[in-house]
């Protein structure tokens, strides 16, 4: 620490602050979340947290997939001439989970989706609602702090009610990020086809594809943090711990793949765990994110306290 170069950095810090920072000091901003991963291990909540998402994870595809048989002729209005449903969900797929996972992805496709199953419709929906809240709920009482300037007690009715709105919320994204990855090239060149801009290509309706799957993305983190958290003062729809916990998810979930499939990792738990395989990399996928989302939300948190610490004083003085 008396190194000069890190004494400048130091002050530099203490006298500075970043957009959407209300003025906070970065070096308050950084001690605070320091100070918060070392007091509470992060680890352990997302490790709680994955655990109640994941439970809800098998309802939610028995669901999601059960609904397919109602909407299969619709489906094939989108895929091209010539080209089968499975032919073309297997070339979708494989874009996004190539490898056995991806075939493993496609035989559980099919085989639920041979036939209208209407009471599996109806108990995986409220299977589905019940989980994925709970998990929902795990996640807001991880969001939960004891700076009473900043932070106030919910009831556990309302925890509830606003657990399963965003449930609903988060399913309806999940499923228009589906719908762009699976029909994703159907729909661009539809719009390459009927809509025509001067210098802007196929590649640019594709390109606009993926960044409409980013804004989901951070739509959908920026609404957990603005309403999952029992703040007096919400989070701003554009916030520095949403922008990061974007930004680390695509990072992660990129090098993640890659992990797998560049080194064939899969394969190698293939061999130890047999068809389990793809749950443990599942797994670790939601455990992986939800600490990346906890990550984000103590920045949030952390500027929140700090901007509302420093206002008191202010109204003292």
Known sequence: MSHPLIKRILHWSKTHSLPGFFKVPIYEVVVFVYNEIRSFDLTSRANSIAYSFFLSLFPALLALFTLLPFLHNYFLKFIPQGASFEGYLRD??????????????????????TTPKIGLLSFG?????????????????????????????????????IALALTGLLGGLVIASVVLVILGNVIVE????????????????????????????????????????????????????????????????????????????????????????????????????????????????????????????????
Request: charged share 20%; net charge positive; no cysteine.
């Open 92 to 113: 979708e797929i494989s874009q996004i989970m190539p490898g056995s996972a991806g075939q493993a992805l496609l035989d559980f496709i099919v085989e639920i989706t």
């Open 125 to 161: 929906f409220i299977l589905a609602g019940y989980f994925s809240s709970n998990g929902m709920l795990a996640m807001m009482r991880s969001f939960d702090k004891s700076y009473r300037v900043t932070f106030k007690k919910r009831s556990g009715w309302k925890k509830r009610v």
């Open 190 to 317: 539809w719009l390459s086809e009927y809509i025509t801009l001067a210098g802007f290509s196929t590649a640019g309706f594709a390109m606009l594809r993926w960044i409409s799957i980013i804004f989901l993305f951070y739509f959908g983190i920026s609404v957990i943090y603005r309403y999952g958290a029992a703040t007096y003062k919400r989070f701003s729809f554009f916030s520095p711990g949403a922008t990061l916990a974007t930004i680390l998810s695509l990072l992660s979930s990129m090098a993640f793949s890659l992990y797998i499939d560049e080194f064939e990792r899969y394969e190698t738990y293939n061999k130890f765990y047999g068809s389990i395989a793809a749950i443990i990399i599942v797994m670790l996928w939601i455990q992986l994110n939800s600490l990346i989302l906890l990550i984000g939300f103590e920045l949030n948190a952390s500027i929140a306290v700090n901007r509302d610490l420093i206002k008191a004083r202010e109204e003292e003085e």
